[in-house]
């Protein structure tokens, strides 16, 4: 199974809005309300940050905000903060092909 | 506090045998809430599922790897396995170990993952 495909890179300055997409097909994204967003910083281990398309953990700031349309998954970071810079990938559940993640999309807060 | 570890060899040689085993502290692994799940990650690039497996035995691979792929669990060690045959540089990565909540999608907690490097 092809990978989610996802811009390589997105940036904004501190206080804007950065809106990041996933594009899966109708096996993955567009099947399922099964979509997931992790943020990675270098080095480190990837964060859970978003689960179900619009679900956050206890913990991640309500800034992390989650939707989907179609067969595209879509990630908006509101009021970006330095500590936002990092990698982001997107996972979809695939049914028989069980789990599928993104290209990954690294944002930089300028 | 639920943690993952993952340990095994950090050097494997080419055509063999990937072995790695993920250790759960702090929670049961037998719940039938959740699988438990293995993710790599080349170096400079991104996140690739792996395959994972029910406190049952039930299993379930990503259809690339299948072939060389084998994952097990102990509940009595609390630990499940990776092994991953007939190794290519392809393989070199960080393999990470993760909970997988049933009848969702999220991948929480992960292990901190373990760099293998397939080289003679």
């Known amino acids: 199974q092809s990978a989610l495909t996802q811009p390589p890179s997105a940036s904004g300055s501190p206080g804007q809005s950065v809106t990041i997409s996933c594009t899966g097909t109708s096996s993955d994204v567009g099947g399922y309300d099964f979509v997931s967003w992790y943020q990675q910083h270098p080095g480190k281990v990837p964060r859970l940050m978003i689960y179900?398309?619009?679900k956050r953990p206890s913990g991640v700031p309500d800034r992390f905000s989650g939707s989907k349309s179609g067969n595209t998954a879509s990630l908006t970071v509101f009021g970006l903060q330095p500590e936002d810079e990092a990698d982001y990938y997107c996972s979809s559940y695939a049914g028989n092909n069980g789990f599928v993640f993104g290209t990954g999309t690294r944002v930089t807060v300028l | 506090q639920l943690q993952l570890q993952e340990s095994g060899p950090g050097l494997v040689k080419p055509s063999e045998t990937l072995s790695l085993i993920c250790t759960v502290s702090g929670g049961s692994i037998s719940s039938s809430n959740y699988l438990w799940d293995w993710i790599r990650q080349p170096p400079g690039k991104g996140l690739e599922w792996i395959g994972g497996?029910?406190?049952?035995?039930?299993?379930y691979y990503n259809s690339s790897l299948k072939n060389r792929l084998a994952i097990s669990v102990d509940t009595s060690k609390t630990q499940f396995s990776l092994r991953l045959s007939s190794v290519t540089d392809a393989d070199t990565a960080v393999y990470y170990c993760a909970r997988h909540v049933r009848f969702s999608d999220r991948f929480d907690p992960w292990g901190q993952g373990t760099l293998v490097t397939v080289s003679s």
């Open positions: 179900d398309v619009s």
């Open positions: 497996i029910f406190y049952n035995g039930d299993t």
